[in-house]
């Protein structure tokens, strides 16, 4: 571009300059075909028969959900979220419907005070508590925790693990917020950018005297379990002795009494995930975790620096260049396009057909962090579905819209709830076509991406009775919406055993009575 503070940021495919647009439209983002969607009681004719069977792939699904921090430096950006943008939130989330809210803390925003190294637990309270008592009104399970210790130099501290449990028991405890089920004490432990830098031994330490601490505090261990070990997929630290699978088997071996359940963060390329290869990756980290335990995705996004998505990384480069609001060092600039609304649920179809038990989008709201949460507001990370804070601190109100993304992921939340068991799905072998199913009590739901650029037309066939259905459809030049902008539904009143629907190319659909 470059662009002015204030000047609306350019987010269709239309504002590409005119030769990287021919590139990602011929690859990307061919438009969706004009095709009308029927689902009715039908023959089978030459659809593609996908078969939701009974058999369960988890069960007690723990939700596919958000990471929403409580906006740690808003109040240093001079602009704390007001009441409206609240309700604005609420509203959101209100239809969304997260199972699971990953929500991380920086602790000199919070309690510590880097400037005194005083503890206090109430300072800087008021944005963490109103967040968590949302998730506590709407039954929202939370992980939360800490990204890194008061100061790097703490990061073995006993005096951080006693300020860390005693604020964690205030929060669960004294203040009620037994929605906090689960407790992460680094974030990306095996990361050179940590402060663990990858060393498995000091995790471990420190892992183990967290627990100890808590035990200190009878009511809180017996709400609270560590999530464990919260590493990055693909990333191997040279410095760190074990890779992803490694950690979480380690994990396993020598804290599995304390962990609760299993965590690790994903942020594959595109290529990857359509190409079918990342289920492997998804298969082989579920492998490592004991019987009886859950295993999710704590944070997952999309990165874009495989070859094969090397003209997305082009487009992204070029969004980046004169920003007025971000290096780019920390973003997915493509977040704002239709394309990424097919690509995250695609993404929680791999969580839920190859056994995982959650996921959590990185991430809700881009005004929840600057890069190293600098607080410079010329770096922040773009990923959200919005900047609720677009108007009042980066000087464009067009920000707090709704992202394409948005609606899918909703849909994804909302209709794949917290409880329900994933089934499995026998679907023909197609190129560029996802099928994903769940029931929950005597509802079912089934999602469909085809990303290819062809349509196809599935006829679908459920294991019981199904009444009061409804379809969403997502395409690029079609999605019903309500007044609020959010999903509504293109067909009702939908029932019986078997439907047909023709799925136009590059587009989602959800068949769903699970309310």
């Not at 940021?9 to 439209?25: C, E, G, H, Q, S």
């Not at 609020?484 to 939908?494: H, K, L, M, T």
């Amino acid at each position: 571009f470059p662009l002015r503070r204030g000047v609306r940021y350019a987010r269709r495919v239309d504002d590409f300059t005119d030769r990287t647009k021919r590139l990602i439209m011929k690859r990307f983002l061919t438009p969706a075909l004009a095709a009308a969607v029927l689902f009715s009681a039908c023959d089978a004719g030459q659809a593609l028969r996908v078969e939701v069977t009974d058999r369960v792939i988890s069960s007690d699904y723990v939700g596919n959900g958000v990471e929403w921090d409580p906006y740690d430096e808003a109040g240093a950006w001079g602009a704390e979220v007001s009441d409206a943008d609240w309700a604005k939130l609420s509203e959101r989330l209100d239809f969304m419907r997260p199972g699971y809210v990953r929500c991380m803390i920086n602790s000199p925003y919070r309690y510590y005070d880097a400037a005194t190294g005083r503890y206090d637990r109430m300072r800087n309270l008021a944005s963490l508590r109103r967040l968590l008592q949302y998730c506590q009104d709407t039954g929202i399970t939370v992980a939360y925790g800490e990204y890194n210790p008061p100061t790097w130099a703490m990061k073995d501290s006993q005096q951080w693990v006693e300020m860390s449990v005693d604020y964690l028991n205030f929060l669960v405890c004294n203040l009620g917020f037994d929605c906090i089920r689960h407790f992460i004490i680094f974030n990306e432990p095996d990361g050179n950018w940590a402060s663990t830098d990858g060393d498995y031994d000091l995790w471990r330490s420190m892992a183990q005297r967290f627990d100890a601490e808590m035990a200190q505090y009878p009511d809180l261990k017996r709400k609270v379990s560590l999530a464990a070990p919260d590493v990055v997929m693909s990333y191997k630290n040279p410095a760190s002795e074990y890779d992803t699978a490694g950690w979480v088997a380690r994990s396993a071996q020598d804290l599995g009494a304390q962990i609760g359940i299993y965590d690790v963060h994903a942020y594959p390329g595109q290529h990857e995930v359509r190409s079918g290869a990342y289920a492997e990756k998804l298969r082989r980290i579920r492998a490592e975790v004991p019987a009886g335990k859950k295993l999710i995705l704590g944070e997952a996004g999309y990165k874009y620096s495989a070859p094969e998505d090397s003209l997305l990384k082009a487009e992204y480069d070029r969004r980046v260049a004169g920003h007025p609001f971000t290096k780019g060092s920390d973003c997915n600039m493509l977040c704002y396009d239709y394309f990424y609304g097919l690509d995250m649920p695609l993404l929680a179809m791999e969580v839920m057909n190859n056994g995982l038990s959650g996921v959590a989008a990185w991430m809700l709201d881009d005004a929840m962090h600057s890069n190293g949460d600098s607080g410079r507001t010329e770096d922040v990370k773009i990923w959200g579905m919005w900047n609720i804070l677009g108007e009042e601190v980066f000087g464009d109100a067009s920000q707090e819209e709704l992202r394409p993304w948005y609606y899918t992921w909703s849909l994804m939340c909302r209709h794949f709830p917290a409880g329900c068991d994933i089934l499995a799905c026998e679907v023909p072998q197609r190129e560029g076509l996802r099928v994903a199913a769940a029931r929950k009590d005597a509802a079912y739901s089934v999602a469909a991406v085809n990303f290819s650029q062809e349509p196809c037309t599935l006829e679908i066939v459920l294991p019981g009775d199904f009444a009061g259905g409804v379809l969403y459809r997502y395409t690029e030049s079609d999605r019903a919406c309500d007044a609020n902008g959010f999903p509504a539904p293109c067909e009702r009143g939908i029932a019986g055993k078997r439907f047909r629907t023709t799925v136009p190319a590059e587009s989602f659909v959800l068949l769903t009575n699970v309310e």
